[in-house]
């Protein structure tokens, strides 16, 4: 048993939430699930990021103060995560009382370490990135990640002394080769690190919607370093010094690739500058990109035309809440860049789920039913299944610990096939009953509740309904996996349930 703390970066009020922010979250979820699976103490904090001049200025389109506006567009997460079944432990607005005190309190400390100084700055600034950019990391003065023409702008400053951590970083990637992962993410800011640290500004005198300058009234701090904090605001910085203590040790950063600087260079910096440890870990997620293109009549109807305008919530609506999770968790590795489509979604879905998991259930409850009196019969203890169960066990155990929910589903799957293939190769639907055939069924219902408790980070829902339909009392996710993941737990004598098909297939042309 230990501590699990896993974050999600906080999403700009200004997004819609779409399927990349879902891609993110969802993989966070099914990590903080896993935990509380293992009996690891866990903490899930997600939120949004709500300071800033895109802010302000979206606000006053709309004709609303700036807090307005956030308390309308930061509820649309709440109701995307909602729609996609987050186990969030907390959710974190950096508009809350708490966040400001937290970011007064750790940017003061950082002050008062001789860390922070007052400046002038000129330079290129993005306002749809909240970041400056240098003529060279500019192209041809435009943003590299926005193409729109950056604004020179010239104004006094607090800095922070980032080119001071610059040896002191190193020396810590050195120390602490599984800090960013993968590999070629931590290359990645180690090289940036290497390529020599220029002091950055943190706060700003041209906007007032931030958080306030305890030690310069004239000043907000810039968007970027109030939001980093949130991390700590979760666990009580500044208010419950005995949270941190007990949580900071064990925090796991999920990001997309696009903000490794500012949270594998910036934050770990800006956590020594103030006496503290970097987090333990962060974890980097690629891009998914837009693939296919067949739309809906719903999506379409909505003007889906790119990954940023499909809703989660109008996903959920159309293949299930369990399906999409499933998917986006299945089809790219995390790390690596992927590939989302609604043709995707429909493969998986009959495929991997109608086709083998459904299938699976249904023929098994069904054979439950006509031949064994509707009373499932247990497992042999000496199954040729068993072996194929503990490898699966083993396999699936291993890469939801090493943050692969991918290759944890891959070997569940890999179980469901090979019990597939057991009862193709028994044919029990053309036994008559007897303990030949109470044995074959008694095995596969004993695979079925071990690929309930392996899949259910990831289909909660489902593998509750799997649960139950198997006639087992409580959810898959009621016990700890060191004694629910074992063969021979099945102890039959109950009741099956046959029911509807888990997954109807969908046409193909959805």
Known sequence: MGRFYITTPIYYVNDAPHVGHAYCTVNADSLARWHRLVGDETKFLTGTDEHGQKVADAAAKNEMSPQAWTDQTSARFREAWDALGISYDDFIRTTEPRHYESVQKFLSTIHDNGYIYKDTYKGLYCVSCEDYFTIESSVDGRCPIHGRALIEMEEENWFFKLSA??????????????FVTPETKRNEALSFIKGGLRDISITRTSISWGVPVPWDANHVFYVWYDALINYLTGIGYGRNDEEVVRWWPSSHHLIGKEII???CVWWPAMCMAAGLEP????????????????????????GAVRLTDISPVVLTSEYGVDPIRYYLLRETSLGNDGEFSLEGITQRYNTDLANNLGNLVARVTTIVATKCDGIGPVPRSDSSLRPLAEEALVNAAGAWERFSPQSALEATWGLIGATNAYLEQHAPWKMEPGDALQGVIGDALEAIRLVAVLASPAMPEVCREIWRRIGLSGSPDAELFESSAVWGR??????IVRGAPLFP??????
């Open 165 to 178: 951590f610059e040896d002191r970083l190193i020396s810590y990637y050195e120390e602490h080769p599984g």
């Open 261 to 263: 600087r500012f949270h």
């Open 279 to 302: 987090p333990s870990h962060v974890q980097v997620h690629g891009w998914l990109l837009v693939g296919g293109q067949k739309l809906s009549k719903t999506m379409a109807a909505e």
């Open 490 to 495: 099945y102890r039959g004598s109950t009741s």
């Open 505 to 510: 297939r969908i046409a193909s042309d959805q």
